[in-house]
């Protein structure tokens, strides 16, 4: 069974991603551009989010188990500036602050997290992990608005799909609708699934594609195969469904996009 990303790695991909973003947001036209899959957002308005995400997440990781995150006062200053290379370096020190926490404070450390029913535990690892994410998908929206996109990393992709079946998807709240089971096939051939019912939703790595032990194939209602970064980027609602073979009832796709868990 592939295991998650090392905390290291984590780290490396943080810092690569975040070097991507600031060439991508350098590279755009202007700052005043709209962001094709950011609906009412400038890259402005992307980079002062990402920003101000990182910042916060900072202050999460350093304050440690808690009952809530830190007050925008500890972590909301300084605002990010509106001329171009000063927001670029903004955004660095952004990205450096939350490096500097986690590399600080390690993976074992506890944290408040807006998961706390998930499969995900409440630490700085799995801070980082999903850290890892938003930054990668939110530099393929800054990539695709300077009008270059490019694939995730294959390394960030892989985890990915599992980092947001574990975060955003397992769940102990229940799913409203009939009890499904669903497959998500990477063609860089690893396999997921997720049991969704009244307990709420679950997920787990199949060793091998499409099958699990004292499971026959038939059991799956419907299955989604594409690349891992494919994968991705329609679990974040970047690119269609479509986008992906589907096989089986492909309306739970569709479900799952519009499902929103009680936290």
Do not use: N
């Not at 939350?98 to 997290?113: I, S, V």
């Not at 991705?232 to 519009?258: E, N």
């Amino acid at each position: 069974m592939e295991k998650t990303l090392e905390f290291s790695d984590l780290l490396r991909l943080i810092d690569e991603r975040a070097t991507a973003f600031r060439a991508a947001v350098a590279s755009a036209p202007s700052l005043d551009v709209p962001v094709p899959t950011c609906p009412g957002w400038t890259l402005f308005d992307l980079v002062r989010h990402l920003g101000e995400g990182r910042r916060k997440w900072a202050a999460i990781v350093a304050a440690g188990p808690a009952d809530a995150p830190p007050a925008r006062s500890v972590w909301g200053a300084p605002a990010a500036p509106r001329e171009r290379e000063a927001l670029l370096d903004w955004w660095t020190a952004s990205a450096q602050q939350l490096l500097d926490a986690l590399r600080e404070y390690g993976p074992d450390r506890g944290c408040w997290t807006w998961w706390a029913a998930s499969q995900s535990p409440q630490t700085a690892g799995a801070a980082a992990r999903h850290q890892l994410q938003e930054i990668a998908v939110h530099t393929y929206d800054a990539q695709l608005t300077a009008g270059a996109p490019q694939p995730l990393p294959d390394e960030v992709a892989l985890d990915g799909v599992d980092e947001f079946l574990s975060t955003c998807c397992a769940t102990t709240s229940p799913w409203p609708h009939e009890p499904a089971v669903v497959d998500y096939h990477a063609t860089e051939g690893r396999s997921w699934r997720l049991w969704l019912s009244a307990d709420g939703a679950r997920f787990a790595r199949l060793p091998a594609p499409g099958t699990t032990p004292g499971e026959a194939p038939d059991a799956v209602d419907a299955s989604a195969r594409g690349t891992a970064g494919e994968l991705v980027l329609v679990m974040y609602d970047r690119i269609p469904v479509a986008s992906l073979k589907v096989d089986g009832d492909g309306r739970l796709f569709d479900l799952l996009q519009a499902w929103e868990p009680e936290e």
